[in-house]
T-cell receptor
Framework: EAGVTQFPSHSVIEKGQTVTLRCDPISGHDNLYWYRRVMGKEIKFLLHFVKESKQDESGMPNNRFLAERTGGTYSTLKVQPAELEDSGVYFC????????????FGNGTRLTVT | AQSVTQPDIHITVSEGASLELRCNYSYGATPYLFWYVQSPGQGLQLLLKYFSGDTLVQGIKGFEAEFKRSQSSFNLRKPSVHWSDAAEYFCAVGASGGYQKVTFGIGTKLQVIP
């Protein structure tokens, strides 16, 4: 089966610009998660979708971040306007329905804000 | 709130030597515990997981981990390290409750020398 796909793999933008990250989960996975790792820090939870609904967005840093999952398939994470502290690696993960199903991670998008 | 401590940021071992990566967690109930590995340019790959039952868990690539409730630990071990094991290793704890909002440790970078 195809894994979790993230696009782009790298993005370099200037402060104040907008960036949109995309995640395609494994087909049939209702759960989709976004995580972020700022350099030298832990990987932090951002939010969780169940199908197209936001189940938990408690980890979103502020209202400059907007995540969507229209139709319950792929998801986008938009940062607008980007700030320097938004730099990091953004990971997407997906999982099946039951509680103990493991997370499958994508390769991440490395975002650099200059 | 759940948390994970990985006390060793960097570890260097010789190829063929044994390996133990330490992980301590904090969680109020019986935790779901995971070890993930990230090779350069790759996403996070699940090595093994513990949900319940046997406290010694076998994973992929010859890794194992032991859950010790009394010590709140979930250390990762491998009897003989291969050069291809050089990567970053993340311990993580998940909350029960229908989905996996996983909390990660800061990661341990493993260097393998000939």
């Amino acid at each position: 089966e195809a894994g979790v796909t993230q696009f782009p793999s790298h993005s370099v933008i200037e402060k104040g610009q907008t960036v949109t990250l995309r995640c395609d989960p494994i087909s049939g996975h209702d759960n989709l998660y976004w995580y972020r790792r700022v350099m030298g820090k832990e990987i932090k939870f951002l939010l969780h979708f169940v199908k197209e609904s936001k189940q938990d967005e408690s980890g979103m840093p502020n209202n400059r971040f907007l995540a969507e999952r229209t139709g319950g398939t792929y998801s986008t994470l938009k940062v607008q306007p980007a700030e320097l502290e938004d730099s990091g690696v953004y990971f997407c993960a997906s999982s099946q329905t039951w509680e103990t199903s493991p997370l499958h991670f994508g390769n991440g998008t490395r975002l650099t804000v200059t | 709130a759940q948390s994970v401590t990985q006390p060793d940021i960097h570890i260097t071992v010789s190829e063929g030597a044994s390996l133990e990566l330490r992980c301590n967690y904090s969680y109020g109930a019986t935790p779901y515990l995971f070890w993930y590995v990230q090779s350069p340019g790759q996403g996070l790959q699940l090595l093994l997981k513990y949900f319940s039952g046997d406290t010694l868990v076998q994973g992929i690539k010859g890794f194992e981990a032991e859950f010790k409730r009394s010590q709140s630990s979930f250390n990762l071990r491998k009897p003989s390290v291969h050069w291809s094991d050089a990567a970053e290793y993340f311990c993580a704890v998940g909350a029960s409750g229908g989905y996996q909002k996983v909390t990660f440790g800061i990661g341990t970078k493993l260097q393998v020398i000939p």
